[in-house]
């Protein structure tokens, strides 16, 4: 609630020449046969060179949902679409690792409440201790939430 109220989204971001012609290689390197097309296989193929990893299942539904049914696979522009995005996330997640390690003085892993308040002062020194205090909860309800799910699912797959 608190940063899509202050407008703290991914900001758009565009790929160098350089990376989409990268894109664009690895698109041709993983469309066998010269199909004009990624099918899932491919497509998993082309994210492990790009990204480093293989996609899960759940991941590899999700994109191969989205695509145009009127064709057999991923065309062109749908796999620089879907790469932009998935750059975007990356570069994202990365600048929030990074702003949390910067306030995060005692290696410990996470935020105190006197963490997150002199981060605020820091970067935010006009907010007000409530909205500081509100932005704390939000994210450590969030965090419990995330916790939660996992020990749940852990327990589950334990079964």
């Known amino acids: 609630m ?10 758009t971001w565009e790929a160098s020449p350089s ?3 990268k ?3 690895v698109f041709k390197a993983c469309d066998e046969d010269n199909k004009g097309y990624l099918s899932r296989e491919d497509f998993k193929v082309a994210v492990v060179m790009l990204f480093g990893y293989k996609p899960s299942k759940i991941e590899a539904d999700s994109i191969m949902s989205s695509v145009n049914p009127n064709t057999s696979g991923i065309l062109l522009e749908e796999f620089l679409s879907i790469v932009r995005k998935k750059k975007e996330v990356q570069l994202h997640r990365n600048e929030i690792r990074h702003i949390f ?3 995060d003085r005692h290696y410990r892993g996470y935020l105190t409440l006197e963490d997150f308040k002199k981060a605020f002062r820091q970067v935010a ?3 007000s ?3 500081v205090l509100d932005v704390f909860r939000e994210s450590t309800l969030a965090d419990e939430e995330i916790r939660t799910w996992y020990l749940d699912k852990k327990l589950e797959l334990s079964k």
Do not use: D, N, Y
Request: hydrophobic share 35%.
């Open 2 to 11: 608190f940063f899509s109220e202050a407008g703290a989204r991914p900001r």
């Open 19 to 21: 990376e989409h012609r």
């Open 23 to 25: 894109w664009v290689e």
């Open 101 to 103: 390690t910067a306030f």
């Open 129 to 131: 201790e409530r909205t």
């Open 125 to 127: 020194p006009k907010l």
